[in-house]
């Protein structure tokens, strides 16, 4: 009689799960886009003779029931917390949990994109700065992973040799080193930007290099406290968010930022950007190919040159008060050969600089 | 379709079960084929005519060899049988390697045929003949219902990954099966346990293995790693996969023979076969090995009869020269025992034999899950440290590291220990009175666990699908 009891309460509680899960998974309204995860979802599949015999609705069909499923995210968090605390493994997806923060493994040193990187700097300096620019600046900007690693445990990739080696491969650049002046707390804890408000020091020692002065009156404000970086959504972590602070003086409010993508005039920082799926793109609106930044509050001529990736774009407001002209290319969306028809390097200093991510997986640069 | 899939959890399943319980008993075998052809055409859209040309010839031509008026005919008709059922095995799965081996041998470039492997056809193939041959030795008779001899060839729990059920074992249930609320939550247990150990383990283990094969840093120890966490994909992930067609047969009324029995802690060769693919084993054993004369012949005609059955059972597996390899390292291995091993393992410390079998093993599956006999040797070089490179690196170490407890566990779990220790609680008044409350829960544990995986999009490929 007791077994039976247990038989009972066995299919009794598998049933509910089961098709109590499927009852929802069929009458939940389907979503759009995975906030968490910054992407659309996968949709119901078109059905049809064409795609059930070629097996395209069968595979779409499981994507859609993936993505659609219900409390994914709660389902997707529990993945994680089972990964990281019942079995004991070190990261999830390739993404570990330390000192608070999520970061991403990425080791050992790609030599490759390492030789691709060097050989598309020394492109864009022999056909536009030979001869030509003020002076040329090269950093390599740390990812969190040079102050989480090792004293947790992980495995990161030998920054020293990856300074040494771009040291080497672009002579004709000043290397400016600023892994000491920044630590695993000037990042966000869920995402693998730098804080703005925290590299002062990189700006002030780029400065220097440069020969031009920092701000002197930065305000903090913080632009959203809603903030879930990129790790968050994909950690499946439950994270609490964080706080978006930028730095702003009233010269920096007054400057104007032209897109050469869109064409349309807008400022430094890019409201919008906070409702969209980056908010980290609130920083000179992310992933543009070229702005063209005026600085009417310069008291010379001076142009400034960036290329960057996605840390500089937080940075790059920072270096601003000394030049009337800056203007910063990511040749990760914009072809080198284009750069000439719009950008005039007489005279101009240029930093290029770029993430230790980018630069060991630099194949996304354009050649 | 996968068992483990968000698809088959929550849109097949419930649906099957509902309509299957829902119709009267004279309709439940039709329920099952109708289903299960779906289930195999979700992901062989084409091949389900393939299969339907199998069970009508195989049908067919066993209600013939009933009716054969003499046993040379009964014997022809047979043959044909045969010879159908494994021509489409031989074109589908082996024409490629024969013809890549025709073209080296002679320097011509016959072009490949290049054909997709239909899901299972290794699995149906064998059940198809196993009642073919029982047909024409008597053991069983050829059943005259087309639907009911289709339900037991298409049956879903077992169709693509196994085990290798025979017609003989389940020909009564198929007419007569009783569903009862023990078979039932036996069934969605087994099926839960299968679950976990495939999501859980098996998919972890392989995730390792993909590491390993993706990591620029190669290490002695890294080679190693590799090894013991392939041997516990491989076992999580086919005997997980048994498991939960016979849970799902369960609850369907069907019982299926059991397919593993803890393969890890034999103490010799010859036993870890008989607990590894215990139905693949039998087959071979029943049709192949015994036929042939088994071990009651000469010394030469013995040798003969075990490389032919370990040469079988490589090709089964795969059609690449590394699978036939394996096949004969087994082979191999066994004769040793056979004629000579034994009589000093059974004198060794049990720890010994167990080092032996799990070293040979090792070994075994890292042959098995090579893409190449070149690729094999690299693979052995490195393990031997005969490749030139270091011991250890940082890769090695995090990912030793990182799976430590998953090894812990896998082991644990590869062995009865864990079980032998539950049912020990589970006997015990106390215990029992807990168990009955924190079984169920635990099982749902473990499908929100695997759900959670699944929504994640996690690694899912399952090893047996392609043999």
């Known amino acids: 009689m007791k077994k039976k009891t247990e038989y009972i309460?066995?299919?009794?509680?598998?049933?509910?799960?089961?098709?109590?899960?499927?009852?929802?998974?069929?009458?939940?309204?389907?979503?759009?886009?995975?906030?968490?995860?910054?992407?659309?979802?996968?949709?119901?599949?078109?059905?049809?003779?064409?795609?059930?015999?070629?097996?395209?609705?069968?595979?779409?069909?499981?994507?859609?029931?993936?993505?659609?499923?219900?409390?994914?995210?709660?389902?997707?968090?529990?993945?994680?917390?089972?990964?990281?605390?019942?079995?004991?493994?070190?990261?999830?997806?390739?993404?570990?949990?330390?000192?608070?923060?999520?970061?991403?493994?990425?080791?050992?040193?790609?030599?490759?994109?390492?030789?691709?990187?060097?050989?598309?700097?020394?492109?864009?300096?022999?056909?536009?700065?030979?001869?030509?620019?003020?002076?040329?600046?090269?950093?390599?900007?740390?990812?969190?992973?040079?102050?989480?690693?090792?004293?947790?445990?992980?495995?990161?990739?030998?920054?020293?040799?990856?300074?040494?080696?771009?040291?080497?491969?672009?002579?004709?650049?000043?290397?400016?080193?600023?892994?000491?002046?920044?630590?695993?707390?000037?990042?966000?804890?869920?995402?693998?930007?730098?804080?703005?408000?925290?590299?002062?020091?990189?700006?002030?020692?780029?400065?220097?290099?440069?020969?031009?002065?920092?701000?002197?009156?930065?305000?903090?404000?913080v632009a959203t406290e809603n903030f879930h970086g990129v790790y968050y959504g994909q950690s499946a972590l439950p994270l609490k968010p964080e706080k978006i602070v930028y730095l702003t003086t009233p010269e920096l409010e007054s400057m104007s930022v032209f897109n050469y993508e869109t064409g349309l005039k807008g400022g430094i920082y890019d409201f919008d950007k906070l409702e969209g799926k980056d908010p980290y793109e609130f920083y000179l609106s992310g992933a543009v190919p070229l702005l063209e930044v005026t600085n009417s509050s310069a008291k010379s001529d001076r142009h400034l040159i960036i290329f960057r990736d996605s840390f500089g774009s937080s940075l790059a407001p920072l270096l601003m008060r000394d030049y009337s002209k800056i203007t910063i290319i990511d040749t990760r969306y914009l072809l080198p050969n284009f750069i000439g028809e719009y950008v005039d390097f007489e005279g101009a200093d240029v930093l290029m600089i770029y993430s230790s991510l980018i630069l060991n997986d630099s194949f996304i640069l354009k050649k | 379709m996968l068992f483990s899939s968000i698809p088959f959890l929550y849109y097949f399943l419930p649906l099957v079960l509902l309509t299957y319980f829902a119709v009267p008993k004279k309709l439940k075998n039709a329920v099952l084929f109708a289903y299960s052809l779906v289930f195999y055409a979700w992901g062989e859209p084409v091949y389900v005519f393939l299969m339907a040309a199998s069970i009508i010839s195989a049908w067919g031509l066993a209600l013939l060899m009933d009716g054969a008026k003499t046993p040379k005919m009964k014997k022809i008709l047979m043959i044909i049988s045969v010879v159908i059922s494994f021509s489409f095995l031989a074109y589908f799965k082996y024409a490629d390697f024969f013809i890549s081996n025709f073209n080296a041998a002679t320097g011509l470039s016959v072009p490949l045929l290049k054909i997709a492997l239909p899901v299972g056809i290794s699995f149906y193939t064998f059940q198809i003949a196993s009642y073919t041959i029982d047909v024409y030795r008597g053991d069983t008779k050829a059943n005259k219902n087309i639907l009911d001899f289709g339900t037991y060839v298409v049956l879903f729990p077992q169709l693509i990954a196994g085990p290798i059920v025979r017609y003989v074992d389940i020909a009564d249930m198929l007419k007569n099966r009783t569903h009862t609320l023990e078979k039932t939550a036996y069934g969605i247990q087994r099926f839960c346990i299968g679950l976990g150990k495939k999501v859980l383990f098996a998919n972890a283990f392989g995730e390792l293995c993909s590491i390993f094969r993706a990591s620029d840093e190669k290490t002695v120890l890294f080679y190693w790693i590799y090894a013991a966490a392939f041997m516990l994909q491989i076992y999580f992930d086919f005997s997980g996969y048994s498991d939960m067609a016979i849970g799902l047969g369960r609850i369907f009324g069907f019982t299926f023979l059991e397919n593993f029995d803890f393969p890890y802690i034999s103490k010799s060769i010859t036993e870890f076969w008989r607990r590894w693919h215990m139905s693949l084993g039998s087959w071979f054993r029943d049709y192949v090995y015994i036929p042939l004369g088994g071990n009651r012949v000469s010394t030469p005609r013995f040798l003969f009869n075990i490389f032919v059955v370990w040469f079988l059972t490589g090709f089964w597996h795969g059609a690449d020269w590394q699978f036939i390899v394996w096949g004969l390292f087994y082979g191999t291995l066994l004769v040793i025992e056979k004629m000579w091993l034994k009589k000093h393992l059974d004198k060794a410390p049990a720890v010994l034999r167990h080092i032996y079998v799990l070293f040979f093993t090792a070994i075994g599956f890292v042959i098995f899950n090579s893409v190449s006999i070149g690729g094999a040797l690299e693979d052995l070089k490195g393990m031997f440290g005969l490749a030139g490179i270091p011991f250890a690196g940082t890769a090695t170490l995090y990912y030793l590291k990182s799976y430590a407890l998953m090894f812990v566990a896998?082991?644990?779990?590869?062995?009865?220990?864990?079980?032998?220790?539950?049912?020990?609680?589970?006997?015990?008044?106390?215990?029992?009175?807990?168990?009955?409350?924190?079984?169920?829960?635990?099982?749902?544990?473990?499908?929100?666990?695997?759900?959670?995986?699944?929504?994640?999009?996690?690694?899912n490929p399952f090893l047996y699908f392609r043999f």
């Open chain 1, 9 to 221: 309460y066995t299919i009794i509680v598998m049933a509910l799960l089961i098709f109590g899960l499927s009852l929802f998974a069929v009458l939940k309204p389907a979503g759009d886009f995975s906030e968490s995860e910054r992407r659309p979802l996968e949709q119901l599949p078109e059905l049809s003779i064409k795609t059930l015999l070629n097996g395209d609705f069968m595979d779409n069909f499981e994507d859609y029931t993936n993505d659609q499923f219900p409390f994914r995210d709660t389902f997707r968090s529990v993945k994680a917390l089972a990964q990281y605390y019942l079995f004991g493994l070190s990261d999830n997806n390739e993404l570990y949990f330390a000192d608070g923060h999520i970061a991403k493994l990425d080791f050992p040193i790609n030599q490759d994109s390492l030789d691709y990187a060097a050989l598309r700097f020394n492109e864009l300096y022999e056909t536009y700065m030979e001869g030509k620019v003020n002076k040329v600046l090269f950093s390599v900007v740390p990812d969190k992973n040079a102050y989480l690693g090792e004293k947790n445990g992980y495995p990161q990739m030998d920054y020293d040799y990856m300074i040494g080696f771009f040291k080497e491969k672009l002579p004709f650049a000043n290397h400016v080193e600023i892994f000491d002046l920044v630590d695993e707390s000037d990042y966000y804890l869920t995402d693998t930007h730098w804080q703005q408000q925290d590299i002062t020091g990189v700006a002030e020692k780029i400065l220097v290099h440069l020969e031009a002065r920092p701000f002197e009156d930065l305000e903090e404000k």
């Open chain 2, 410 to 459: 896998g082991s644990l779990l590869a062995t009865p220990a864990v079980k032998t220790m539950l049912k020990k609680i589970d006997s015990t008044e106390i215990g029992g009175k807990t168990f009955a409350v924190l079984k169920p829960l635990g099982f749902a544990a473990v499908l929100i666990m695997v759900t959670g995986y699944l929504a994640d999009g996690s690694f």
